[in-house]
Nanobody, 122 residues
Framework: QLVESGGNSVHPGGSLRLSCAADGHSVSLYCMAWFRQAPGKGREKVAHIYFATGNTYLAASVKGRFAVSRDNANTTLYLQMNSLQPEDTAMYFC??????????????????WGQGTQVTVS
């Protein structure tokens, strides 16, 4: 089970820190990722971390404003969001997978998903 938290309503220029806790995962996770979906738009991948390789990714739309990190146990993923803009308004979802497959956290076949946390910037 993935549980997101930290979503809120903020003014433009504000900051939020999202957390995603992987509760109950007895199998070590291979990767975790953040996605977002705004009303009427498709799902967008925001960030990922592949734990074994240290490979990280941030979408061009958030690079320089957002940062992705993890805890030492690789069970919690964070998304620090600074300089938030109205276009960042979306439901943010956490995803994860324990299978050691290429691009498994791309979203198309990722095994575990959270329920989402709402971020509103206005």
């Amino acid at each position: 089970q993935l549980v997101e938290s930290g979503g809120n309503s903020v003014h433009p220029g504000g900051s939020l820190r999202l957390s995603c806790a992987a509760d109950g995962h007895s199998v070590s996770l291979y990767c975790m990722a953040w996605f977002r979906q705004a009303p009427g738009k498709g799902r967008e991948k925001v960030a990922h971390i592949y734990f074994a390789t240290g490979n990280t990714y941030l979408a061009a739309s958030v690079k320089g404003r957002f940062a992705v990190s993890r805890d030492n146990a690789n069970t919690t993923l964070y998304l620090q969001m600074n300089s938030l803009q109205p276009e960042d308004t979306a439901m943010y979802f956490c995803a994860a997978d324990s299978r050691r497959l290429p691009a498994i956290c791309s979203g198309s076949n990722t095994a575990y998903w959270g329920q989402g946390t709402q971020v509103t910037v206005s």
